[in-house]
């Protein structure tokens, strides 16, 4: 018995060593710096951020660095600027959604915001907008037309280089408190709140920042007393058709599309119009289709979406799901879950050439949401991590 005690005690020091040597290593792995870039890594990510070859020198400091690092070395790539960026933007500035459209103020501020890391949960409420640098002796900002974006465009401007922030009030006269990121730009307000009743502008919303069309995300369970007039309660007859159909796009959407109620696009001086107090005529138009709907008398918004099935966007509980106008509706739809998803969703797609299509990408993309917020909503951020994710793809 002796012998097997004295045999065993050496057996459980050498076990305790072995374990406090395993952790030392565990510690050690911990602290070591991550992995350099390889060349063929850093060629991938410089590609798939910046649309170009990188250059030597750039492509050699990638490679003395970790993927991440390298991939947001890409960003600083003008030609991230004027072409990746403004590619990502320009589909949202128009009811076509096509790329081949001119520069403008709306892409040259989501330009801005992505370069400056400005939060990009303020893109639809800041008080901000981008124009070219005034040393360029380019045009001024004009509400009425597009000359100082299109010059900027035919001299091939790097817009990285050449993009200045200022406060859209000071611009557009506009008050501070009816500006609202990109919704009250010139190219939004052309685009969007040009004739019709206005619901255009929140339907495009919806679908550029959201990823979420109105057929989507329709809802017949909520109340219809917010509907206006000039919607019919029996189309062609049949109230069945607005019971099951009509009822689910309308109820959530006009309580939110009266934030609305005091813009819009005169088409004889191309420029954005406001009306503070004053309800658009448009609100009120074709009042016998439903003579006892809803007449809207002021801007203030509700979102009837926050409960029902739509509750699924993520509204922010620390907002009230109220309020007066377009800026505080901005805030509201900037702040859900399903805004931060979109960005992310979109970015992953523009950087991996594919939508999320299995569980690691699904994942990655559920990290890079909460990386997102993390990071203060920097949406470059985003591309870095996509980049690095998708390298050996």
Same mark, same amino acid.
Request: proline residues 6%; hydrophobic residues 40%; charged residues 15%.
């Given at each position: 018995?002796?012998?097997?005690?004295?045999?065993?005690?050496?057996?459980?020091? /050498?076990?305790?060593?072995?374990?406090?040597?395993?952790?030392?290593?565990?510690?050690?792995?911990?602290?070591?710096?991550?992995?350099?870039?390889?060349?063929?890594?850093?060629?991938?990510?410089?590609?798939?951020?910046?649309?170009?070859?990188? $250059? $030597?020198?750039?492509?050699?400091?990638?490679?003395?660095?970790?993927?991440?690092?390298?991939?947001?070395?890409?960003?600083?790539?003008?030609?991230?600027?004027?072409?990746?960026?403004?590619?990502?933007?320009?589909?949202?500035?128009?009811?076509?959604?096509?790329?081949?459209?001119?520069?403008?103020?709306?892409?040259?501020?989501?330009? !801005?915001?992505?370069?400056?890391?400005?939060?990009?949960?303020?893109?639809?409420?800041?008080?901000?907008?981008?124009?070219?640098?005034?040393?360029? @002796?380019?045009?001024?900002?004009?509400?009425?037309?597009?000359?100082?974006?299109?010059?900027?465009?035919?001299?091939?401007? +790097?817009?990285?280089?050449?993009?200045? *922030?200022?406060?859209?009030?000071?611009?557009?006269?506009? $008050?501070?408190?009816?500006?609202? @990121?990109?919704?009250?730009?010139?190219?939004?307000?052309?685009?969007?709140?040009?004739? @019709?009743?206005?619901?255009?502008?929140?339907?495009?919303?919806?679908?550029? /920042?959201?990823?979420?069309?109105?057929?989507?995300?329709?809802?017949?369970?909520?109340?219809?007393?917010?509907?206006?007039? +000039?919607?019919?309660?029996?189309?062609?007859?049949?109230?069945?058709?607005?019971?099951?159909?009509?009822? !689910?796009? /309308?109820?959530?959407?006009?309580?939110? *599309?009266?934030?609305?109620?005091?813009?819009?696009?005169?088409?004889?001086?191309?420029?954005?119009?406001?009306?503070?107090?004053?309800?658009?005529?448009?609100?009120?138009?074709?009042?016998?289709?439903?003579?006892?709907?809803?007449?809207?008398?002021?801007? +203030?918004?509700?979102?009837?979406?926050?409960?029902?099935?739509?509750?699924?966007?993520?509204?922010?509980?620390?907002?009230? @799901?109220?309020?007066? !106008? *377009?800026?505080?509706?901005?805030?509201?739809?900037?702040?859900?879950?399903?805004?931060? =998803?979109?960005?992310?969703?979109?970015?992953?797609?523009?950087?991996?050439?594919?939508?999320?299509?299995?569980?690691?990408?699904?994942?990655?993309?559920?990290?890079?949401?909460?990386?997102?917020?993390? /990071?203060?909503?920097?949406?470059?951020?985003?591309?870095?991590? =996509?980049?690095?994710?998708?390298?050996?793809?």
């Amino acid at each position: 018995m002796k012998n097997e005690t004295a045999e065993r005690l050496p057996r459980t020091r /050498h076990a305790g060593m072995l374990i406090a040597a395993c952790a030392l290593l565990l510690l050690a792995a911990r602290s070591l710096p991550a992995a350099t870039t390889t060349p063929t890594q850093a060629e991938r990510i410089y590609s798939r951020i910046a649309g170009i070859p990188a $250059p $030597p020198a750039i492509l050699l400091q990638m490679t003395q660095t970790d993927p991440l690092s390298a991939a947001l070395l890409a960003t600083q790539d003008p030609a991230f600027y004027n072409d990746t960026i403004r590619n990502l933007a320009t589909p949202w500035t128009n009811t076509a959604q096509t790329v081949f459209a001119p520069l403008n103020d709306y892409t040259a501020t989501v330009i !801005g915001m992505v370069r400056d890391n400005v939060p990009f949960n303020t893109l639809l409420s800041a008080d901000l907008v981008y124009v070219a640098d005034p040393s360029l @002796g380019l045009p001024a900002y004009s509400m009425s037309n597009n000359d100082m974006y299109q010059a900027l465009d035919d001299n091939g401007v +790097d817009l990285k280089a050449h993009l200045v *922030a200022v406060t859209q009030s000071s611009v557009t006269g506009l $008050p501070s408190s009816a500006t609202a @990121g990109v919704l009250t730009t010139r190219a939004a307000a052309a685009a969007f709140f040009d004739k @019709g009743t206005n619901r255009r502008m929140f339907r495009f919303t919806m679908m550029n /920042h959201l990823c979420a069309d109105l057929q989507t995300i329709m809802d017949t369970t909520r109340p219809p007393d917010r509907i206006r007039q +000039d919607v019919t309660r029996s189309p062609g007859g049949d109230s069945r058709l607005f019971l099951n159909n009509c009822i !689910g796009c /309308h109820s959530g959407m006009d309580p939110m *599309a009266q934030a609305f109620a005091y813009y819009n696009f005169d088409d004889t001086t191309q420029s954005l119009v406001y009306t503070p107090g004053q309800v658009q005529p448009k609100y009120l138009i074709n009042a016998t289709n439903f003579p006892d709907g809803y007449v809207t008398t002021n801007d +203030d918004w509700s979102n009837r979406w926050r409960s029902g099935p739509n509750a699924l966007l993520g509204w922010d509980p620390q907002l009230p @799901g109220s309020g007066e !106008g *377009a800026k505080s509706l901005g805030q509201e739809l900037e702040n859900s879950a399903a805004f931060a =998803s979109c960005q992310v969703t979109r970015v992953f797609k523009d950087v991996c050439y594919r939508a999320p299509s299995n569980a690691a990408d699904r994942n990655q993309v559920t990290q890079m949401i909460a990386s997102f917020k993390a /990071h203060n909503y920097s949406l470059r951020e985003v591309f870095a991590e =996509s980049a690095v994710y998708c390298m050996g793809n």
